[in-house]
């Protein structure tokens, strides 16, 4: 499609003005950061697969009733998503002790916790993405306690069926990160799932080796990080189980 007017750049997706009102074109890059960007690469073929992931991933959102900004797949690296006005936080839902969490509370890495628990950080890189509580989002107009009620409930539902989904294909959740949109419809103001959900935004653990399947394997320098996201590819069906190496994948449509 053609090329429109770009709107935003992170680090890893940028948005670009979208065909019709209230949408946007979403592009994959190829590009991996760690440690708030201290650290990058450019792993070919990486935004080929997070695109197809996610669209995996909010497919099956839509199809439980779990609201998000995904319209459809445009091509390999674009999607088309709902324009949104994001909340300015990060929701982290926490099924295992592992990363800062770990390190924290002095927790054994892949402790498991005595349930899901779900954390807020405010989004902004330049703080390094600092933990907040409820009080701090409320105080400062971020959001509301019910937003936070109804925030809490839809991360909570995106957890479900993630831990189901990747159990079923030997894979355990250890922990997830989302982020939330308002859309309005007239008057009404809802809440959705926005940004992404991919390998980046996930930490993903083989259930009987323990190997890590997510961008853990690019911050700890433990191999190729395309081969990891492939191996998720493919046991959720994304890729034909038959290929070993995803630099220019083949996706199934």
């Known amino acids: 499609m053609a090329r429109r ?21 979403q592009y994959f890059k190829d590009d991996a950061t760690a440690f708030n960007a201290q650290k990058k690469d450019v792993i070919e073929g990486k935004g080929v697969l997070n695109n197809r992931l996610s669209e995996f991933f909010m497919t099956g959102l839509s199809r439980i009733g779990v609201p998000n900004h995904f319209i459809k797949r445009l091509n390999m690296r674009e999607q088309l998503i709902r324009q949104v006005e994001i909340i300015p936080l990060e929701v ?59 925030i809490v409930a839809l991360a909570l539902r995106v957890n479900d069926f993630m831990s189901g989904v990747m159990h079923g294909v030997g894979i355990k959740l ?29 930490r993903l653990w083989d259930i009987e080796t323990g190997q890590k399947l997510d961008k853990d394997v690019f911050r700890q ?33």
């Not at 007017?5 to 074109?25: D, M, R, S």
């Open 5 to 25: 007017k770009k709107l935003y750049e992170g680090k890893a997706k940028i948005l670009y003005e979208g065909p019709e009102p209230g949408t946007l074109v």
């Open 92 to 150: 982290i839902v926490r099924n295992f002790a592992a990363g800062s969490m770990a390190k924290r509370l002095g927790l054994e890495e892949g402790a498991t916790l005595p349930r899901p628990i779900v954390e807020f950080s405010y989004k902004d890189d330049a703080l390094g993405d600092p933990l907040v509580p409820e009080e701090y989002i409320i105080a400062f107009g971020w959001a509301s306690q019910q937003d936070l009620d109804d």
């Open 174 to 202: 250890v922990d997830f990160k989302i982020e939330i949109g308002r859309v309005w419809e007239g008057d009404y103001m809802r809440l959705i799932v926005a940004d992404e959900i991919s390998p980046d935004s996930c």
């Open 221 to 253: 320098d433990l191999g190729s990080l395309n081969d990891a996201y492939t191996e998720v590819a493919k046991r959720l069906g994304v890729l034909p189980s038959n290929v070993t190496h995803a630099t220019k994948p083949t996706l199934i449509n």
